[in-house]
């Protein structure tokens, strides 16, 4: 198999799953994870890369299955949207009480709590060094979180995204399901597409592709992953599109 370069990459977008803040717990947020993976990614803020940060509601709330129970899909999504920015707001907490300088924005404007999303001050934001936490989704029901990480990568000019989730990276098929499971080393955007792998959703996978963005998809119970991934080493999974020509 040819070797694929991997970072170290001047700006990345981290991606995390509601699910992963809610530790031990049912759902809700469980203050030591949430501690343990400000720390984590402090760490790999001190190596001198440009972060922002999005993050899911699912241990708060998730739209589709409020939507499956009979309530309204745009509603349901809007309140998941919400549920992503308390999520912010504790993981902004954790990473200012451990020194990060951050700032949050949001795509529904609460400007009591968060800067509304602009491009050109996010960019300002982590030339500065601040670390950005983007919440809020991207606004508009009908989109995960995921497709919200690719559009704010592109619009920030990031280089990466990683995806930190509770699996070791992108397999062939569910792990938990079969023992034989086969785990990529890398992948081509446009393989993942046709082979319906869901570790992100398709919108997000096609936008990454259209863009040249690369995604990193590694296990973040090991928080040390988050700075291994973000610096380069060969962690997780690679989805790319290989350069033309």
């Not at 949050?104 to 400007?111: C, F, K």
């Amino acid at each position: 198999m040819t070797h694929v370069a991997r970072g170290p990459w001047q700006t990345v977008i981290i991606k995390l799953s509601g699910e992963i803040l809610r530790g031990p717990q049912e759902h809700g947020i469980h203050r030591p994870t949430v501690q343990g993976i400000a720390a984590a990614i402090k760490r790999a803020a001190e190596t001198g890369i440009r972060i922002g940060l999005v993050v899911g509601g699912g241990n708060i709330w998730r739209g589709s299955e409020a939507a499956e129970d009979g309530m309204d899909r745009a509603t349901a999504d809007y309140a998941g949207m919400l549920a992503t920015v308390i999520n912010a707001i504790a993981l902004q907490d954790a990473l200012e009480r451990d020194g990060v300088d951050t700032r949050l924005q949001t795509a529904i404007e609460m400007r009591e709590v968060a800067e509304p999303f602009i491009r050109r001050r996010a960019i300002r934001h982590l030339e500065k060094g601040r670390l950005v936490l983007f919440a809020a989704g991207s606004g508009n029901p009908f989109f995960t979180t995921d497709t919200a990480a690719v559009l704010r990568a592109t619009e920030i000019g990031a280089h990466a995204i990683l995806k930190a989730t509770n699996v070791a990276g992108i397999y062939d098929k569910d792990p938990q399901l079969h023992p034989d499971a086969k785990l990529f080393d890398t992948i081509l955007h446009h393989e993942a597409l046709s082979m319906g792998l869901r570790v992100m959703d398709p919108t997000a996978f096609a936008l990454a592709m259209e863009n040249n963005l690369p995604i990193v998809v590694f296990d973040v119970s090991d928080p040390e992953n988050i700075a291994r991934a973000a610096t380069g080493e060969d962690v997780g999974t690679l989805v790319y599109t290989p350069p033309k020509g």
